[in-house]
């Protein structure tokens, strides 16, 4: 694995490595907590894991951390689950939220861009003053710390508004995008009980108005927790009967009030995609995600206050809460509320030329949806502000590396990075002073003891494992909502080796440091005793220009045997005719493994997803298998569920 791409795509120049913010971290760390001076990024992150209290005390000191009452060590607990971080300590995250405020109070906290392309900038001045307004109207309206505040909003500045002012008062923060239906929403909200709940009338979405006021109707009657109902008239609608009007609460010009809460205090909660059972209403910490997005924003994306910060998002997926933390460096953010290649594919470079973006964030399938439509983005844009294109949701193929290498610039910082919503923040991916090689992620992320373990739980070098964490974060979940026990999250990722994270994909960590994703350990193909990830097959196939999106599937049979069929969602005017059969095969012959040519390819009218865009490969592999849909898939998790009725037709006619 370590010597297929044995030279770099791309090596940062010696100016950058030296004004990078982890190079001076490291020589402040080594002058002041014992870190290693020498070594670069490899010895800093070996100390990182093996003197876990020295190097998170480094974190909270470089990054100025106010406490407002001390802590007394750094880790009280160490086990996992339930490690106990920063005991003692008191803060707040929406005050470090709003720190930039103090010194450059006219400059732009936020910039925001709909369909039209035309940013639109909110000052830090402004964007406190809301805050400082609507906090203070929560706490009128009775919400206390531990109270639970909920959005049903598009990435517009409302929603960062809103977050903060619910942080300030030490309530718990919890959202959904308004493209969700009522099901999958309540799903969600009806689990943590909202108080107070923040709507829009309807979105914009690939040129279309979407009205949402039925929905909010239903969310209304079926909360009755709500003390409170929150308008935003997006497309210019009256608030409905009973609801408070966004203007109004919002227009004073008050001071915010920070109310201090324990460092383990929740923040907000995140939910997983809930495809075969209700979603996990994920916890987590005021303090946990302020140093984990800290460390992750500031030292490995470089960010800080001359950044303008661009990842493309929805409320309803964890990136959207990564992308509000870039106001934790002081850096500028960019919101896009619209259609990721709407008025065409090249939308969302476009848009980071428009708003000068230096770090610009998007999904692993947007870069390749690029390169299928012949996109030119550094032919047709000025990225010359744009340091990095950071790539995340599922693994970056090799050709989208090529891609962007070719088509944006050679010399350009591709960050392929990987972490979960369950951590909020990245294992491993993005660290500006190493190179980058095609496929790889360039490293595990600081404080982060990424290993790659046999199910014996032996460490691997060089070879496909089980991605483990063998040491607490401080964004791991403090809890997981209604699990008194708990035992879901204990489930979720501690039962296959006790006291270590089991995060559910297959890794390689290389010899020379980096590390490959290869799809989810509970997809897994295992053709005779050879496993492998289903996105080595993604990446194969879908460079054939006729395949629009591939889902393959392995399935143990009854008799012994193995059913692994490829289905394939073809490009508008591809035929599946034997030519194009012969050349899947000999694709997936060619670049990965014989034993893994699929017994079956089947065209299918589309590829479900769930509704952040992940393929969803378990709900489908229980529907071949018999399982019916009902007890195969929580349907409100699904982007499109009449897809789904074509493999419950498939299972029916193969039984």
Not at 361 to 368: D, I, R, W
Request: net charge negative; proline share 8%; aromatic share 10%.
């Amino acid at each position: 694995m370590s010597t297929v791409n044995p030279q770099p795509l791309w090596q940062p120049d010696p100016q950058r490595i030296a004004r990078s913010q982890v190079t001076r971290f490291q020589a402040w760390a080594a002058e002041h907590h014992g870190a290693p001076a020498d070594g670069g990024y490899e010895a800093l992150h070996r100390w990182s894991v093996d003197a876990l209290e020295p190097f998170w005390e480094a974190v909270t000191q470089w990054f100025d951390l106010r406490f407002s009452t001390p802590y007394a060590r750094v880790l009280g607990d160490r086990s996992m689950p339930g490690a106990e971080w920063f005991p003692g300590a008191t803060l707040n995250y929406a005050e470090h939220a709003l720190r930039a405020a103090e010194t450059r109070a006219d400059e732009p906290a936020l910039l925001y861009v709909d369909e039209t392309h035309e940013p639109t900038p909110v000052t830090w001045s402004e964007l406190r003053r809301q805050v400082g307004s609507l906090a203070a109207e929560l706490r009128a309206l009775g919400v206390r710390p531990g109270d639970r505040v909920s959005g049903y909003l598009p990435n517009i500045p409302q929603a960062v508004v809103a977050l903060l002012a619910t942080a300030a008062v030490g309530a718990v923060w919890t959202s959904c995008a308004p493209d969700f239906g009522a099901r999958s929403v309540l799903d969600r909200f009806q689990q943590v009980e909202p108080v107070v709940l923040f709507t829009v009338d309807g979105y914009r979405y690939g040129g279309k108005e979407h009205d949402r006021r039925e929905t909010v109707t239903e969310l209304r009657r079926e909360l009755p927790t709500l003390r409170a109902v929150v308008h935003i008239p997006l497309l210019g609608t009256e608030a409905p009967e009973g609801a408070l009007e966004w203007a109004a609460l919002t227009r004073a010009d008050t001071e915010p009030v920070f109310e201090q809460v324990p460092f383990a205090h929740p923040l907000w909660v995140l939910y997983s995609s809930g495809t075969t059972g209700l979603p996990k209403a994920i916890v987590q910490s005021q303090g946990g995600i302020l140093v984990e997005h800290l460390k992750q924003l500031g030292l490995h994306c470089d960010l800080g206050p001359e950044d303008r910060f661009f990842w493309y998002t929805s409320t309803g997926w964890m990136m959207w809460n990564f992308l509000v933390s870039g106001l934790l460096t002081g850096t500028t953010v960019v919101l896009y509320d619209g259609s990721p290649g709407y008025p065409d594919t090249g939308a969302q470079w476009r848009i980071a030329e428009r708003t000068g973006a230096t770090f610009y964030g998007t999904s692993a399938a947007y870069v390749m949806a690029c390169r299928k439509a012949d996109v030119h983005p550094g032919r047709d844009s000025d990225l010359s502000q744009v340091q990095c294109v950071a790539t995340t949701g599922s693994p970056l193929p090799p050709d989208g590396f090529r891609w962007l290498h070719d088509e944006v610039r050679e010399d350009l910082w591709i960050a392929s990075v990987s972490g979960g919503t369950d951590v909020c923040s990245c294992f491993a991916g993005a660290v500006p002073t190493l190179p980058v090689h095609i496929g790889e992620l360039q490293a595990p992320s600081l404080g982060t003891d990424l290993q790659s373990w046999d199910p014996s739980g032996k460490p691997l070098i060089d070879e496909v494992g089980e991605l483990v964490v063998t040491n607490p974060m401080p964004s791991m979940p403090i809890h997981f909502w209604n699990d008194p026990d708990g035992s879901r999250y204990h489930d979720s990722y501690f039962d296959t080796y006790p006291g270590v994270w089991r995060h559910g994909d297959w890794i390689t960590l290389t010899s020379r440091g980096s590390v490959v994703i290869h799809g989810r350990s509970d997809s897994t193909l295992n053709r005779q005793g050879v496993r492998m990830g289903s996105a080595d097959i993604y990446e194969a196939v879908e460079r054939l220009p006729e395949i629009k999106e591939s889902l393959v599937i392995g399935i143990e049979q009854p008799d012994g045997g193995y059913w692994m069929p490829l289905f394939v969602h073809l490009a508008p005017g591809a035929v599946l005719d034997q030519a194009l059969l012969d050349r899947i095969k000999q694709t997936i012959r060619e670049n990965l493994s014989p034993r893994h040519i699929p017994d079956e390819v089947i065209e299918v009218p589309g590829i479900p997803h769930t509704l952040t865009g992940k393929r969803i490969e378990v709900p489908v592999k229980r529907l071949l298998q018999g399982t019916p849909l009902e007890k195969a898939v929580n349907p409100g998790s699904i982007d499109n569920l009449d897809l789904l009725h074509f493999y419950e037709d498939l299972a029916r006619k193969r039984a």
